[in-house]
């Protein structure tokens, strides 16, 4: 089992930046692959970026090039930069740990979410 808890979410302007992290415990060491899903009001869920435990990334075109998923060295800590901010980012933010298997992510373990809303 693995335990994620997300940390970070808030109001920002549009154009900022904001940091998510996600606190992991417990069997850590089993997931090959981690993620950011996210899930705006009304729509469905939406899988942001993964991360992998050889360090290689992948993300939504939505995002490309103003997201950046990282992993600390200890493999313990999750985050997402987040960068230049769009109305249309606002959602609830899902940590998740997983596998990723014939090059499908495929996630096992959700955080409970943090909020992030982008004002215009």
């Known amino acids: 089992q693995v335990q994620l808890v997300e940390s970070g979410g808030g109001l920002v302007q549009a154009g900022g930046s904001l940091r998510l992290s996600c606190a992991a415990s417990g069997n850590i060491f089993s997931p090959n692959a981690w993620g950011w899903y996210r899930q705006a009001p009304g729509k469905q869920r939406e899988l942001v970026a993964t991360?992998?435990?050889?360090?290689?990334?992948n993300y939504a075109d939505s995002v490309t090039g103003r997201f950046t998923i990282s992993r600390n060295s200890a493999g313990n800590t999750l985050s997402l930069q987040m960068t230049n901010l769009k109305p249309e980012d606002t959602a609830l933010y899902y940590c998740n740990a997983g596998e990723i298997y014939r090059g499908t992510y495929g996630p096992f373990y959700w955080g409970q979410g943090t909020q992030v809303t982008v004002s215009v």
């Open positions: 991360i992998s435990t050889g360090g290689s990334t």
